[in-house]
């Protein structure tokens, strides 16, 4: 499966990843309204630390311990992405703690959420990959 | 505080209905103009420090900042020009001789934009290069001077060393140092994937490099930075830089602070130590002396590769370039004026040396007029702008061009023209690693491919609306040029018509 990865050595740490991952949920067409004094809570984050940055998001890991912490059935693979039904989350955030990358947070509504590589927007395509200015974001086969 | 006299050359203008405050700005821009205010989340920024090199616009993801020039003026002088006056103020407050970047910005002619092409109507076909074949292979170096037989009569193969490009363009000299190690990789890469070549400059070539070697020109400058034998034998030709259009006369200054790792060691120099280029060539004065190292480098290379030897466009070129085809060099590469650098003394970029145009058409004058021209190619720069212009070089007679500035546009360069700041924005003209990263050559060799791929097409349309097939037929080939606007004495010097005639 295509799985968006990222190559270290050429993020800058700019950011704009975590817009785009933001806009993209919106499902808006221009950025500036779509985000404009909204604090962003996007899916994707940058880590960086003593001059070292890159991008973190879901792995879409083969044995996903995020599915085995669910308690409620909301986690669960389609294919091989894992993915997450909101209707069914009830919010306890195991897969919060058992997700070794950090890469699932809290939404806005309490629930759980996390990258679905952009497959429940409008988008088509991770935007986080599109936008990266540095190709340090990249959707491929491994 | 001291007076400043000196109000800022931009402004940046951000559009309040778009900025969303993400901050990419800020991240991005290391001459710190942009400022985030936490307490009133909203972007402010520092027009002072602005060098308008479009860094933050590019990035910018909603499109709400742009850079004006300021309009604050002082008051109105044809003679006292803005930045005349502040040049003045700028050396009164510092005593410090005034340095730029990039080729000569100021309002002398372009000739190449006053002279124009040819092409076939009704008693000559034109040919469509999408369905016929053509060349635009070129080969560079000295051409033999007999035909030689063996005793059986058959051909000897006498033919000395040659270049092959794909065609007739390289990627001129800019040294690692001067350049980040990115830009170079990008430049080595697009090079062997064109089928060109590129040029190490005077920093010497990093070990990381050698692989590119078959399309590598090592430069041999006047401060031997980087020179050995294994370095020599590692290009496919050497080139011995005696003057760049941006400078000519003058030497060449790398500070210390970016002589660090990789640069200090493939410099062969140590850290820290400013690597000064003396203004001339200690050991040659002559051509005689010319001749010497030319030799002792065919020496080294067991006369295997051709030797480039590049001067600057001065007053008399075409004298010097004479000097330079009976030296034994195998190419002549002239710099035109307008010739980039990564530093130079304004003065000097801005008033020393003449335009490529003419120094091309007298020197390949005057070699034929001699005899010599078979005794090199030629080869020129100095702000080749597009395929047009490396065209009409062609036609004046040009076997290749250099293109420099162009190059690094193609890689990101905005031509802001503080490459000697360091803090280069696009990753191009630094050593800090935090910029250096911002220049992915994947990406980047990727653009340099696609533009000369461009202009290889350009040239092919243009030669086939000539009915011309083979760029050898339109080395030399004035009849295709006509000017206009221009006077009897630019004609006779570009030895071309005037439109009309």
Known sequence: ?142 | MAIDYIFPDYEVIRNKDRCISCRVCERQCSNGVHTFLEKENKMVSDDTKCVNCHRCVCLCPTHALKIVKSDNTFKENGNWKNSTIKEIYRQAGTGGVLLSSMGNPKDYPVYFDRILLNASQVTNPSIDPLREPMETRSYLGARPKTIQRDEKGRLINNLPPHLELSMPIMFSAMSYGSLSYNAHEALARAAEALGICYNTGEGGLHEDFYKYGKNTIVQVASGRFGVHKDYLNSGCAVEIKIGQGAKPGIGGHLPGAKILGDVSRTRMIPEGSDAVSPAPHHDIYSIEDLRQLVYSIKEATNYTKPVIVKIAAVHNVSAIASGIARSGADIIAIDGFRGGTGAAPTRIRDNVGIPIELALASVDKRLRDEGIRDNVSLVVGGSIRSSADLFKAICLGADACYIGTAALLAMGCHLCRTCMTGKCNWGIATQNPELVKRLNPNISYERLVNMLVAWNHEVEEMMGGMGINSIEALKGNRLMLRGVGLNEKELEILGIKHAGE
């Open chain 1, 1 to 142: 499966m295509k799985r968006v990865y990222v190559n270290e050595k050429w993020c800058l740490g700019c950011h704009l990843c975590e817009y785009n991952c933001a806009f993209a949920a919106t499902n808006g067409d221009d950025m500036a309204r779509s985000l404009m004094n909204i604090k962003i809570n996007p899916k994707i984050h940058i880590e960086e630390k003593d001059g070292i940055c890159f991008a973190v998001s879901c792995r879409h890991c083969e044995n996903p311990y995020c599915v085995s912490a669910c308690i409620s059935g909301a986690l669960h693979k389609e294919a091989d992405m894992i993915v997450i039904d909101s209707e069914k989350c009830v919010g306890c955030l195991s897969c919060v703690l058992a997700c070794p990358y950090g890469a699932i947070s809290p939404s806005e509504d309490g629930v759980a959420q996390k990258c679905e590589l952009c497959t429940k927007n409008k988008s088509g395509e991770p935007m986080c990959v599109k936008g990266c200015p540095n190709g340090a974001i990249v959707f491929e086969e491994r």
